[in-house]
């Protein structure tokens, strides 16, 4: 999702919903069993995510909302693998504002990373902190730690940037996401951005305790993949102060 920025106060503040989704298919996908590879395989991959802007001022601002995942993996029947991996996860995102060119942001998911049943030991809270820094007023810089206890690099830095080319074209030079957006529609009331780029993502999942035995590997009941994905996107994003 966008992320929230001082300098950006007056978009940001202007909705009170903001709803994305997209589709992915194909692709480099690999998973990984402890630290053993399993494959490689094609997927096809499925996102809705919904977030509510509950409070906003001068030095903080807080968002809520909701994400739901699904993966499909598409690998031979006999493998040691789930059919799906998802998660339904929240989303707690917030924001404390130094000045009008730094503030940090705190994201929180907690939710449940499974396969194809999600049980309550598949409750996990991945999250990160970033650093902002608006250079200049077309250019913003981050740097941050992404965290994941269960990812065998629990925390993972990284940096990029946010280039506003014009009022309408925005680049993301940064990972896990690499992209373009252009702004379609916008009024005082709503906006309609749409968006493509490149996605270097994954996620900790745990297996059902059943994968196992239907599998003939009773080992692998209950352990957690490492998933990995690179992929292509493209989608919508709609914003309204109304709704």
């Known amino acids: 999702g966008t992320l929230a920025s001082p300098a950006l106060a007056q978009e940001g503040s202007s909705w009170k919903w903001q709803f994305s989704t997209r589709y992915a298919a194909s692709g480099t996908k690999s998973v990984k069993e402890q630290a053993s590879e399993l494959g490689a395989f094609r997927t096809d991959s499925v996102e809705y995510d919904l977030r509510r802007r509950v409070y906003s001022s001068d030095r903080y601002n807080l968002s809520v909302g909701a994400n739901f995942e699904r993966t499909s993996l598409r690998h031979d029947p006999q493998a040691a693998l789930p059919d799906h991996l998802q998660s339904v996860a929240g989303a707690l995102m917030g924001g404390l504002v130094f000045n009008r060119k730094s503030w940090l942001t705190v994201t929180l998911n907690p939710g449940f990373y499974g396969d194809d049943v999600l049980l309550a030991q598949d409750f996990n809270m991945p999250g990160s902190v970033v650093y902002h820094r608006l250079y200049r007023t077309d250019l913003h810089l981050l740097g941050g730690l992404s965290i994941d206890l269960y990812r065998q690099s629990p925390v993972i830095p990284f940096v990029g940037a946010l280039w506003r080319a014009t009022e309408r074209w925005n680049f993301r030079l940064t990972l896990p996401k690499l992209g373009v957006e252009y702004r379609a529609y916008q009024t005082p009331e709503a906006t309609l951005d749409l968006f493509t780029g490149l996605s270097f993502s994954g996620g900790q999942y745990r297996v059902s305790p ?13 352990q957690i993949l490492s998933f ?11 914003a309204g102060a109304g709704l």
């Open 210 to 222: 059943e994968l196992g035995r239907l599998r003939g590997r009773h080992a692998i009941g209950g």
């Open 228 to 238: 990995s994905q690179q992929e292509v996107l493209a989608g919508v994003r709609a």
